[in-house]
DNA sequence: CCAAAAGTGTTCACCGTACACCCATGA
DNA sequence: TCATGGGTGTACGGTGAACACTTTTGG
């Protein structure tokens, strides 16, 4: 028995749209990035970015938010669109307009990426490790680390990255990560703390064999401020 | 005798995608920007931007130049992506995203702004003195300006507003239409020079009862690089 | 008492800012 | 000779970069 199936149809061709989202986080002092394992054609097998199909009646950032959520459960996250990409031929199906978003999850949080429906396989893949990647992806997560490392030095993206409380080490380990060197540790508390916007907690990390550290929260969370 | 209208039908719903243009120049020392005047609903006879549906075997950059040169007859001027809007009811015919650019042009060129066949009228509004717009274009200037000005001081994004020689002071006079405040003449002299990205022509400018202005020209003109 | 990370100040070079007068030309 | 915009140098303060030792804890 067939059934019969629905069409929708329009006077002049229109495109498919989708968002893909690049996932940050930092897990074990390394940056690294969200992929998944396709499960069908085209580039079936191969690792691609979390995304989908955009819902007719589902504004822009919803739907990137919902495929964040299907792929790691995590919800409230940092998350900020990148670029729309849309060359004639960068999906063999048909026309795929890609608006793509970038999220930043804190780091070592209990994100437990779980496989949906049209993926095989979900895993977290340093930064510096990609494996080959399908469509055009490479050069969106190339884009969307450009935009990251761009940010670190007029914004204050980078407390995205942390749990609610951290230490100054911590927090320096993630500017580390992301711009790839090392800092100074002298100049970089006296940097941070000029910038007002973390409070100590009054407690205190003890993680190992030495003297403690200080805790501090950010004092306005959920907020990326735009320094100068 | 009808002529039987030919459609194109998907499995699923598809949105429309347009490209929407923030075309930005400088006349008579005021930053304006282009609009046209909708001829056909919704929003008949009110201002918008320049724009129009993608073609389905058109990239998107593409679709943005095809505009711009439409109305203007400008080719090969400066045109960056600046955002993808997409709220539900933006457009209240169908879904429609639009993938928005801003364009910069060089100041009293000759752009002979034609209106094309669905604009009743084109012109240049002053920037401070834009009238009531259609659909969500207010919001997408807004954000255009914000971009420019912020490019404004890491950039050589200035630099476009620019005909092939100029002088310092018409130089400065761009710069201070953008940032809208007064500038000291031998500080910006000293900072853009320092950047040696203009060189003299050895010719002057005479323009009126004065001294002449030396005149220059960009050293490499078809780029915008990044300072520090 | 030893190992390991936390915490702490000063010096210097460079850059952005403030500021006022002479120059070349046309009328 | 006068009106008009073109062209030039210096002094100061603030910010970012370089740099080494003491403190606190657990084992």
């Given at each position: 028995m067939r059934i019969p199936k629905e069409t929708f149809s329009y006077p002049y061709p229109h495109p498919a749209v989708t968002t893909d989202v690049v996932v940050f986080t930092i897990i074990a002092g390394r940056l690294?990035?969200?992929?998944?394992?396709?499960?069908?054609?085209?580039?079936?097998?191969?690792?691609?970015?979390?995304?989908?199909?955009?819902?007719?009646?589902?504004?822009?950032?919803?739907?990137?938010?919902?495929?964040?959520?299907?792929?790691?459960?995590?919800?409230?996250?940092?998350?900020?669109?990148?670029?729309?990409?849309?060359?004639?031929?960068?999906?063999?199906?048909?026309?795929?307009?890609?608006?793509?978003?970038?999220?930043?999850?804190?780091?070592?949080?209990?994100?437990?990426?779980?496989?949906?429906?049209?993926?095989?396989?979900?895993?977290?893949?340093?930064?510096?490790?990609?494996?080959?990647?399908?469509?055009?992806?490479?050069?969106?997560?190339?884009?969307?680390?450009?935009?990251?490392?761009?940010?670190?030095d007029y914004s204050t993206i980078a407390f995205q990255f942390m749990p609610e409380t951290f230490t100054l080490s911590e927090l320096q380990c993630v500017y580390e990560s992301l711009l790839n060197q090392k800092l100074d540790k002298r100049n970089f508390r006296k940097r941070i703390l000029s910038l007002d916007l973390i409070a100590e907690t009054g407690r205190s990390r003890r993680t190992g064999n030495h003297r403690p550290a200080r805790e501090y929260r950010a004092k306005h969370p959920n907020t990326v401020e735009i320094i100068k």
């Open positions: 690294s990035t969200l992929l998944v394992r396709r499960a069908n054609p085209p580039h079936q097998g191969e690792w691609a970015l979390p995304g989908g199909f955009l819902d007719i009646d589902e504004d822009l950032d919803a739907c990137a938010a919902r495929e964040l959520a299907e792929e790691t459960g995590l919800r409230g996250v940092y998350l900020e669109q990148l670029y729309t990409f849309g060359a004639t031929h960068r999906d063999p199906r048909e026309r795929v307009i890609s608006v793509t978003y970038y999220a930043l999850i804190p780091q070592d949080s209990l994100a437990t990426p779980r496989a949906a429906s049209d993926a095989a396989a979900v895993a977290w893949h340093a930064f510096d490790a990609l494996p080959p990647l399908a469509f055009d992806h490479e050069q969106i997560i190339t884009m969307a680390h450009r935009r990251l490392v761009a940010k670190l």
